[in-house]
């Protein structure tokens, strides 16, 4: 079996089961979500059972929250992982985040009396949206043009003090990050029986030791087999973190004769994972230093044509044959490589999936 294979099964590409929202996205630890449709896409690829509404409805409840994690990008993510991913990731985008704040004419002070009006407003009003919060900001004399608004918002993210919660309509909004998911899991726990309750694999926020090999153990759990530099480029932490990560589960995992890494003991592959469509930024592409694996040298412009985009593909065998689109009220599919009539079909059996998720037609 490649290493393909495997990390197509480790994505759960081969859907193994009905997890639901919340579950999957803790199986996969952290699903890209700048664009949350195409989140909710990715999590409709590995669980044919998933709806847009229980997305919403898992953002709703506190379970799910997005927040600025790896590489300075908003990531979807399990409550209880935000806080300790967040001590991992944040101190090295501060800086990034300071000099955006500086080109967009918002000086240090400001930034700080920015998140000084975020979290009051929140504290006093509940969830609020973007342009809620930057008028509240913006009442207050502090430069929100441009993209001084999304920067100062990630301002005070960065310091962990907001984290993007509950639907509003089509927008996310904002809430106080500790007291959202805190409260909520509180609640969980006093309604659920404590007896035979799941066990989250989750770090202490700040014991940064602790919370290198939780990543190495849940990032291979979901990406093995994989080297240290393939976690660095994922979560855009220094390769020497990755490496300490991967030191300390050492006694955990194989080394293969391609000198990629794996746990020891983890469910066996399935013999094939079937076609799928996935999302422009699905984690599958996303994942690893170099995503020639799953992507052929031929196809590698038509789905990464630069500026930072990465298209909705087409995938046969964990490999990339194609991509598609939704215009309008239509799944269109633009295979560039021929594939076998029974892939054809079940490639057609997901474009009427996708439509139905998103409430278009396959063409």
């Known amino acids: 079996m490649t290493p393909r294979d495997r990390r197509a099964a480790a994505q759960l590409l081969h859907r193994p089961g009905v997890l639901g929202a919340t579950e999957l996205v803790r199986r996969l630890l952290a699903v890209q979500a700048q664009d949350l449709r195409s989140a909710r896409l990715a999590l409709r690829a590995r669980d044919a059972s998933i709806r847009r509404d229980d997305v919403d409805a898992a953002l709703n409840a506190g379970e799910l929250v997005v927040a600025w994690l790896n590489r300075g990008t908003l990531h979807l993510v399990a409550g209880e992982d935000h806080g300790w991913l967040l001590s991992l990731t944040a101190p090295a985008r501060m800086k990034g985040n300071e000099r955006r704040l500086r080109e967009e004419g918002v000086v240090p002070r400001e930034a700080e009396r920015a998140a000084?009006?975020?979290?009051?407003?929140?504290?006093?009003?509940?969830?609020?949206?973007?342009?809620?919060?930057?008028?509240?900001?913006?009442?207050?004399?502090?430069?929100?043009?441009?993209?001084?608004?999304?920067?100062l918002l990630m301002f005070a993210a960065l310091r962990g003090a907001i984290a993007l919660g509950p639907m509003r309509g089509e927008r996310q909004a904002f809430v106080l990050a500790r007291e959202w998911v805190g409260e909520r899991a509180a609640r969980r726990d006093a309604a659920a029986p404590r007896e035979g309750a799941p066990v989250r694999d989750a770090a202490p926020p700040g014991d940064r030791d602790a919370g290198l090999a939780t990543l190495a153990r849940r990032y291979l759990a979901s990406h093995g087999p994989a080297a240290p530099a393939d976690l660095a480029a994922w979560t855009g932490l220094p390769l020497r973190d990755a490496r300490a990560g991967y030191d300390a589960i050492a006694a955990h995992t194989v080394e293969?004769?391609?000198?990629?890494?794996?746990?020891?003991?983890?469910?066996?592959?399935?013999?094939?994972?079937?076609?799928?469509?996935?999302?422009?930024?699905d984690p599958y592409l996303l994942g690893w230093k170099d995503r020639s694996f799953a992507v052929p040298s031929d196809h590698a412009r038509r789905i990464h044509p630069g500026g930072g985009m990465l298209r909705a593909t087409i995938t046969v065998d964990g490999r990339v044959v194609g991509t598609w689109t939704a215009p309008g009220a239509t799944v269109e599919l633009d295979l560039l490589e021929p594939v076998r009539p029974a892939d054809a079909a079940a490639l057609r059996a997901e474009a009427a999936e996708v439509a139905a998720f998103t409430s278009a037609r396959p063409s």
């Open 116 to 151: 000084e009006i975020i979290t009051s407003s929140l504290a006093a009003e509940g969830p609020l949206t973007r342009p809620e919060l930057a008028e509240r900001i913006a009442t207050e004399g502090i430069r929100t043009e441009g993209q001084a608004t999304p920067h």
């Open 256 to 281: 293969g004769d391609d000198g990629l890494i794996d746990l020891a003991e983890r469910e066996p592959a399935p013999d094939r994972v079937p076609p799928r469509l996935l999302p422009a930024f």
